[in-house]
């Protein structure tokens, strides 16, 4: 331990100006400051001055001395002698770079102030300048003798520095100066890399698949710690183990992050990381039992210096595969830290006092804080691209519930269809099998029996017919138009061919309906069948014709039209009510409806509940019946759809399409 004393009085210092020209007492310099570089010394404890009985002997300034290791503490003295013309009218400064570590000034024998607690436990003095004023009333003209009082633990060496005596403005700038730079900037990036250490271990909690967070958390809080001992006046354990342990703490700050870059970089060496760990236990040992020589600390420091630019190589190589930016910004804080840190080993490494700058734990807190701000910045990538991803998931997510909930509801309707399917399906089997096969069985007897049946047998056939065009609207189409008129074409062919009157059958595709619910089918139906009716009992027809066709734009008045025309003699048809209002011909119409058994105002009104158009025209030799159903469907992006057969849009008797049959 005694070697790391000796050389403690190197780390005193923080100073930027450097020391006076050696003189036999006190040398002058610029604005009426001494600088006092040599002094006489001897070592006596207690608090009482010394007087010419101690061996007094003269030491230059900075000096270095060791009392008892047997015993608790030492004191030891030093006198100063320094010269004033006069008696200033205002107070001197006593301004003292290097003091360890606790102890008192005096003026020519007069109590001036205490440097610290005089009990044990003693300050930690080590690293903090002293400063103290001199009132005009404890000076006088000539030479006057400045006395200062050292204690030490037994254990550890004591120190002075060359001391300035000067006026106070001059020095105590100076002071200030050397203090924030000295200590309270430590303490500024003590409590930072505190907060970065714990934020990381915070990080690991969370993410332990992470280590890297881990030990880049220890590594800085092991830096919080070493920084105590640059600033604190108490340390937080007794002084002998605080001293063992902070040398422990300056080689495990660079061990962990050595272990971090391995982990940064994606990789796990167990050997390295068993070499790491038996280094430090090695270490650790010969510190603790102290039976390695002097020189130990110095060699200990010094390999794991040698070995830290490979571990530099590692984590420059992946910042910069991160982020170049990255890769610059730890290129040179890793590179500052390396160099600086080699510097302060050297002078760690010298004989006596020297008031140099240290600046390795400038530069490790830096480089700390550039590692962490780089690790915080991954780990906000992390969470960004985490909520990017969650955001995508959600969106799928509420894709996949929406798609579900439509799948539900298709279900639902599926099985809903399915219901009513069976229930049509029950009610058609019942209609036909009961309703039906009792009339079927009625018209045979009236057909069989002689003498007035054929009116009788007329309604029962009419009955059997409509009955069957109930069954056909329940049947499930599709929105299928055409197979509602191929039902109905089924059911007319034999009543048409017993009435001598041929069918030709020609239409094109149209498109699906979405108003062809069985309600709506049975007013087509109804519509078509009297249409058909009224040619086969009043129009003396030979042939009829049936087309389809679609007119009008898609989205916007588009209707899908059912054609019928006749060959037959005609009759006065009866205009839509709302295409022309009420003339003189009013009475003939109603007399026609009359006659027709009000069968053309019944088609017009189930038009009109489909929100269809019925035009009927009529002329001798040819009658026309035009049912022009809204398709509702939305505009195509496009395509034109398709187009009726130019022989039906000119009016004229088909002559082709799609499906033609006569």
Known sequence: MGLRHAFRAALAALAIWAMGPTAAHA???????????????????????????????????????????????????????????????????????????????????????????????????????????IPPALLHAGDNTLEVQQRVYGWEAGWLSPVRIGPEDVLQPVYERRHFWQNDVVRVF?????????????????????????????????????????FALAPPLPAL??????????????????VFILRYAGRRSPVIESLIWLYFAVGAAGV???WL???????????????????????????????????????????AQIGLSAYDLWMFSQSGWTDRIYLAHYSEALYLIVVGWGLMRRFIDSLNAYE??????????????????????????????????????RIMSEMHDGIGSQLTMALSLVRET?????????????????LQLIIDSLEPVENDLLTVLGTLRYRLLERLGKSGIALQWNVVDL??????????????????????????????????????????????????????????????????PIDAPATPRSATVAAAVARRGRGLDNMRRRAQALGARLDIMSTPGRTEVILAIPTLRPAPASGSGLRPDPGIAAGGPPNGGVRSET
């Open 450 to 466: 002689p003498g007035e049946g054929g009116r009788v047998a007329e309604v029962l056939r009419e009955s059997i017919e409509d």
């Open 388 to 425: 990017k991803l969650a955001g995508v998931l959600e969106q799928r997510v509420d894709e996949k519930a929406q798609e579900l909930g439509r799948n539900v509801e298709a279900l639902v309707e599926a099985r809903r269809n399915e219901a009513l399917a069976r229930e049509r399906t």
């Open 241 to 258: 183990l605080w001293e063992r342990v902070i040398i422990l703490l300056q080689a495990l700050r660079g061990l962990t992050m050595y």
């Open 27 to 133: 040398a002058p310099e610029p604005g009426g400051v001494q600088v006092i570089d040599s002094a006489e010394f001897c070592r006596r404890t207690g608090d009482v001055t010394p007087g010419d009985d101690c061996e007094w002997k003269t030491v230059p300034l900075a000096h270095e001395w060791r009392g008892e290791r047997t015993e608790p503490t030492n004191d030891g003295w030093f006198r100063l002698r320094f010269h004033l013309d006069a008696v200033p009218a205002r107070p001197l400064g006593v301004y003292i770079v290097g003091f360890n570590r606790s102890g008192r000034l005096l003026v020519d024998g007069q109590p001036l102030v205490e440097l610290g607690a005089m009990h044990e436990p003693l300050p930690l003095n080590w690293n903090r300048a002293q400063y103290a004023t």
């Open 190 to 230: 003590g409590a930072a890399t505190f907060a970065i250490g714990l934020f990381m271990l915070g990080v690991w909690l969370g993410r332990r698949d992470q280590s890297m967070y881990f030990w880049f958390g220890l590594a800085t809080l092991v830096w919080s710690a070493i920084s105590l001992d640059y």
């Open 293 to 335: 020589p002097g020189v130990f600390i110095p060699a200990w420091f010094l390999v794991s210096l040698l070995v830290s630019p490979y571990f530099y190589w590692i984590l420059v190589r992946e910042a910069f595969r991160q982020d170049v930016a990255e890769g610059v910004m730890f290129a040179i804080a890793g590179g």
């Open 288 to 290: 603790f039992l102290r």
């Open 511 to 576: 498109p699906p309906l979405p108003m062809l619910t069985p309600q709506s089918v049975l007013s087509i139906l109804r519509i078509l069948q009297e249409a058909f009716a009224n040619c086969i009992k009043h129009s003396g027809a030979r042939t009829i014709v049936v087309s389809t066709e679609l007119a009008g734009k898609a989205g916007v008045d588009e209707t899908a039209r059912i054609r019928i025309v006749d060959d037959g003699k005609g009759f006065d048809a009866p205009p839509s």
